[in-house]
């Protein structure tokens, strides 16, 4: 697993499956110039946000979060998926962890994803208690597959982006990094910040995505979020991105 926003100099560290350096190469995705369509439909959105605030709230009070997967109805879709916390009214960030690749069913990581950015996010402190949760925001993305940018002129990569669609991540060595497709969208960025603000998230240079022995990925994703804690869920259009 591995955070997806953009913190300056976020501490890393290797408990089970949070912020670690990704095992394995990723595996390649949808063609290139194909835009994603709707492979999650809304009550399905919205299923994934409640089970990702249930599995929360009921580690809070000291319960299996993950009995929740004997009540759901399994999609059957494998997909990576990341869990965003944000405080509410003001949305700042309380947590981001999630899977870039399927490496089991949605379902699945989403609890994990969801557990994950509550209690390990190393760049905050534990939710502390139900009472927190009634303040918090939940969000859950879904991901494609990455898919890697294989361009002969690396300084083409800025023109193989478009913002509000595209999240990224970067491998160079034992670094890695990822930033959703909604971060360049809060912070204004163009396709040239946004790599350059994905190398500071892997620990790199700013000129690294110009290395050529780093691999830059591209991928999509379908979000759904409150509108407050505990509230109606919506899709989230990237384009006019409310954070």
Partial sequence: MTSGTAVPNAPERQPSETCAPLAQPLLLGLKQGHRMGQVIDDETGSML????????E?????????SLLKEVKRTGLRRGVFVTLNEYPSMEL??????????????????????AAAFEDPRFEPVRDLEEMGRLVVEVSVLTEPELID???????????????HG???????????LLPQ???????????????????AGLGPTEWLNPRARIYRFEAEVFAEERPRGPVR????????F
Wanted: charged share 35%; with cysteine.
């Fill in 58 to 66: 009921l580690a809070l009070e000291g319960e299996d979060p993950e």
């Fill in 183 to 201: 971060v360049p969208v809060e912070y204004g960025w163009d396709a040239e910040e946004f790599l350059v603000n994905l190398c500071f998230k």
């Fill in 94 to 115: 309380r947590g981001c962890i999630g899977f870039p690749r399927a490496v089991d069913e949605l379902e699945v990581l989403t609890v994990r994803a969801a557990l």
């Fill in 49 to 56: 946000v409640r089970l990702a605030r249930r599995s929360i």
């Fill in 151 to 165: 361009v002969k002129d690396r300084r083409a990569i800025p023109k193989e982006i478009e913002v509000g669609r």
């Fill in 168 to 178: 990224l991540i970067i491998e160079l060595g034992n670094r890695s990094g990822l």
């Fill in 235 to 242: 899709r989230v259009e990237l384009g006019a991105c409310r």
